[in-house]
Each structure stands twice: as C-alpha cells, then as structure tokens.
C-alpha cells in the first residue's frame, strides 16, 4: 500500500524558513518522479516543484528562487526547503509520487498535505 507523509508544516513569519519532509512507502521511490504541490483556500491546487528520478528539478515562477526541491532515494524523502517565504505562500502542501508504468499508464498517489501558514 503507497503511503506518502508530510511533515514540517507550521505557523512561520513570513520572511523565514521552513523545510518539509515527505517519506514514502510502498512504492518504488527511486524509479518515482515526485513533487510538491499547494493548495490555498479557495484555490485550485497548483504545482510547486518536482524533481524527476534522475534529479532534475522544475518550480513554480513563484518560487523559484526561494524553495529548494530534493531528494534521498537511500531514506525514500523528498524534502522542500522554503526560504524568503511570503503570506502567499500560505497553503497546505502536499506530496505526489508519479510512476510512469508504460507510455498510456501512470500511477500517482498524494499524501494527506501539511499546513504551512505564514504570518505578515
């Protein structure tokens, strides 16, 4: 059974850092590309950053620049550093694994999200 955790959500001043942990299980995570995705009140969830099986990373024009993806195939994580963080940023975050069985055939799975609220 997939089982994706996040953790490191909390309640920041906007301006600091926070890093998120997602662990995986029950998949394979080194053949996974996985990311990170937020969804704000009343918004659709949108895409914050993914990180392909060979390491190569993709953010969001919001926050490039400010958040870091990365990941440990030895300890199945995938990590989101946060750094020059804004109110905007508020959200719950979640984790996706993405496996791309064959061309027609793929298999996601999403953790429950943590919340990350940043104060002005």
């Known amino acids: 059974q997939v089982q994706l955790v996040e953790s490191g959500g909390g309640l920041v001043q906007a301006g600091g850092s926070l890093r998120l942990s997602c662990a995986a299980s029950g998949i394979s995570f080194s053949a996974n590309d996985m990311g990170w995705y937020r969804q704000a009140p009343g918004m659709q969830r949108e895409l914050v950053a993914t990180?392909?099986?060979?390491?190569?990373?993709n953010y969001a024009d919001a926050v490039k620049g400010r958040f870091t993806i990365s990941r440990a195939n030895a300890k199945n994580t995938v990590d989101l550093q946060m750094d020059s963080t804004k109110p905007e940023d508020t959200a719950v975050y979640f984790c996706?694994?993405?496996?791309?069985?064959?061309?027609?055939?793929?298999?996601?799975?999403w953790g429950q999200g943590t919340l990350v609220t940043l104060s002005s």
């Open positions: 996706k694994s993405r496996l791309a069985v064959t061309l027609e055939r793929v298999l996601e799975a």
């Open positions: 990180i392909t099986t060979g390491g190569i990373t």
